[in-house]
């Protein structure tokens, strides 16, 4: 069965795959922030998707809803607006699903199907903390990851930490409708994931290299 987040969004095993006890709620909330709606949470839904994350414990993570969302949100006086909340939740939950669809693809024919399947264990919302990789993009001249996460998975007893940049695109002049760019790989903290970027490096390397010119 799935497992319930609860409504205070602490960050704890328990929670959501999204910290919203830092400024990460506030990230997501600048990018579709809107001030000419009516603040009615009267008017929010109390529906929550199931994800398809599965945890370490049973069942997978559920995200919260719309009311809870809100709630989170203004509880840390990040002065959120209803009508925004039928835009971002869904939003972040599309944009989660796809950081765990990246990081399944890090975990591919890694062992992790022995046991079960990989497992996200815990996570924290960083979106103060730029990665290296993040300030040396920014030092070429990028723009700024606007969220940063890291997760813990389980692969069968062994602990990897991901690291998740978020990145906004360009926004389609047509339907108004923001992209995003998630740049996603295990943080170097055992030398399991330093192979990985390793073996990641090389295959890109080799692909590159035989593209025709």
């Not at 989170?72 to 959120?80: D, F, G, Q």
Request: hydrophobic share 35%.
């Amino acid at each position: 069965m799935a497992s319930k987040c609860p409504v205070d969004h602490s960050a704890s095993q328990d929670s959501c795959p999204v910290d919203h006890t830092s400024q990460s709620t506030s990230s997501w909330s600048r990018i579709f922030s809107s001030s000419n709606h009516q603040n009615s949470p009267q008017t929010l839904s109390s529906e929550r998707e199931i994800s398809s994350i599965p945890k370490a414990s049973d069942g997978n993570w559920v995200y919260p809803s719309e009311q809870q969302f809100f709630a989170a949100m203004a509880r840390k006086n990040h002065n959120p607006q209803a009508a925004d909340m039928k835009t971002i939740v869904p939003i972040h939950n599309a944009v989660n699903e796809r950081a765990w669809f990246e990081v399944m693809k890090w975990e591919a024919g890694r062992g992790g199907e022995a046991c079960g399947g990989v497992k996200l264990v815990n996570f924290k919302g960083r979106p103060n903390d730029k990665s290296p990789r993040a300030r040396w993009k920014m030092f070429l001249g990028y723009a700024a990851p606007f969220d940063r996460h890291d997760w813990v998975v389980d692969r069968c007893g062994l602990q990897m930490r991901y690291i998740i940049d978020f990145y906004t695109g360009r926004t389609d002049p047509a339907t108004n409708k923001v992209s995003f760019y998630l740049d996603v790989r295990p943080a170097l903290d055992n030398w399991e994931a330093v192979k990985m970027r390793v073996q990641s490096f090389w295959g890109q390397w080799l692909g590159s290299s035989r593209s025709p010119s």
